[in-house]
């Protein structure tokens, strides 16, 4: 049996945890860093591209988030930009393709018009594209399978010359290579699954697995699901549980979308609303969803979590209210049960077939296929003091050297932000310095964005599908 000596440990070797050792390395004092992760490479679970939309999430298009949020997941976007940028991983890692929400109906139309005035602003580079418009960007949303132009009003917001996609596996893969060519100790443990982590009697943390123990002054679990389940053995974050929510996706047999198309968010569903995306691990064919499907698992294709998923919903009168909440919802039990029904064998396709067709009116059945094996798990957290669903990412801070971190979308977005977070924590509580003036040069400062028309063209042309 080994024993190993660190500073700091970080359990999970996926996007966030891998994001917080090159921070750590790169811009901190911090000598010695442990990563263990139970599975066999980095990175093999909900940050693999097949398993994610693969998309930059910066609050521009996305009719969920409010101008706040928005406003801080703008900067965390741009740090993953800029740190593939800096590294010259242009499509390699990251990619640009033109990206735009689409407004359905007189209704929507006018939503997406005034989310514009309000959003412009904080994006200049966001264009408005009215139907003719889009029959030169994405005609495929504008014409139906008999080749007549759509009868619904439709419009978009939208932009062109952006980096809009990012291969999170790449990414997470880099951000160790990068880590271990600065001044410190790293390394990596793969085949290597956490069983417990204990205060120790002297300081720090002994974390234990199958073959080793590990000392770490510091401890962060960046273990997506289960970084609450750990959370849980150790008597924290109990006044929480994890719902797991899997997305599916349909891939098309050729690339339909010269870009990201998203649609617009039912206010009522807490979960994410279908969107086509060019696939990068599929030559740009465009992949539809994701579904949202309520699954008693942690992990999506992996074994024996069944029985993990349980111990950490913490089932009792709290959570069973919270899940009344949701499901008393009308949209939301219907929205359950659709997507139940798109995972089902053959049926599937013509089912989602419909909801695919509001995005391209003239898909038909041959065109798609269920992904088999593409999606992941979101750990959705219930906040049982609340009564409710968390929507976000959450986060366990124990004040005693230890951090549980659940990310949820936009997480692999976030991950150089909520690193940021977690580094600022670890070397106030370690008496470590941190090089913010190097920090904000490499990866805050600056801005990549190309600004097409001036604003006010755009202005223009919403007052002229107004009128």
């Known amino acids: 049996m080994g024993v190993k000596n660190f500073e700091v440990i970080i359990v999970g070797a996926g996007i966030s945890g891998t994001a917080l050792a090159y921070e750590l390395a790169r811009y901190t004092d911090i000598k010695s860093i442990g990563i263990i992760e139970k599975y066999e490479d980095i990175a093999t679970l909900n940050s693999c591209a097949s398993s994610n939309s693969q998309t930059i999430h910066v609050g521009d298009i996305e009719t969920n988030y409010t101008l706040q949020k928005a406003a801080i997941t703008k900067r965390t976007a741009k740090m993953v930009e800029k740190y593939c940028l800096r590294h010259h991983y ?20 006018e939503f ?19 139907k003719e418009k889009l029959k030169e960007l994405e005609p495929r949303v504008v014409f139906d399978e008999e080749g007549n ?6 419009v978009a917001i939208g932009a062109k010359n952006q980096w809009t ?54 401890v962060v679990v960046d273990a997506g699901a289960h970084s609450l389940f750990l959370a849980h053995k150790m008597g ?38 279908l969107h086509g995306d060019p696939d990068v691990l599929a030559g740009g064919n465009t992949r539809f969803g994701p579904t949202a499907l309520m699954l008693p698992k942690l992990e999506r294709y992996k ?30 039990r219907g929205y359950i049960f659709k997507n139940f029904l798109f ?22 059945l041959d065109e798609f296929r269920y992904a088999k094996g593409f999606g992941g798990v979101r750990p959705q957290v219930l906040n049982k003091d609340e009564q409710r669903l968390l929507l976000g990412e959450a986060s366990v801070y124990t004040g005693e050297g230890l951090i549980f971190n659940m990310t949820p979308s936009p997480g692999a977005t976030s991950c150089l932000g909520n690193a940021e977070r977690d580094l600022k924590y670890i ?25 097409p028309e001036p604003i006010a063209s755009q202005k223009a042309i919403v007052n002229l599908i107004r009128a």
């Open 303 to 332: 074994k024996g979590t069944f029985l993990d998923f349980f111990k950490t919903l913490r089932f009792d009168k709290n959570i069973a209210m919270a899940l009344w909440k949701l499901l008393k919802e009308r949209d939301i």
């Open 112 to 130: 997406l018009l005034h989310r514009y005035e309000e959003f412009s602003e904080l994006f200049p580079y966001l264009e408005v594209w009215n």
């Open 236 to 273: 924290f974050g109990l006044n929480l549980g994890c719902l797991p929510i899997a997305g599916s996706f349909y891939m098309t047999n050729e690339k339909i979308l010269n870009g990201k198309v998203y649609m617009i968010q039912n206010p009522k569903l807490p979960f994410a609303a």
């Open 427 to 451: 070397v106030k509580y370690l008496g470590k310095s941190f090089d913010e003036t190097k920090f904000k040069d490499e990866l805050t400062d600056g801005d990549y964005c190309v600004l």
């Open 149 to 154: 132009e759509r009868k619904e009003e439709i």
């Open 165 to 218: 996609t990012v291969d999170y596996q790449k990414l997470s893969i880099s951000f160790i290579q990068n880590a271990k060519k600065e001044n410190v100790e790293l390394e990596l443990f793969l085949n290597t699954k956490v069983e417990s982590i204990e205060k120790s009697k002297k300081r720090g943390y002994v974390v234990k697995t199958k073959n080793n123990t590990f000392y770490a002054d510091f």
């Open 90 to 109: 242009q499509n390699e890692i990251i990619f640009s393709h033109q990206k735009m929400t689409l407004g359905v109906g007189t209704k929507e139309v």
């Open 343 to 364: 995972e089902l064998p053959f049926f599937n396709k013509y089912f989602f077939l419909k909801d695919a067709r509001k995005i391209v009116p003239s898909l038909k």
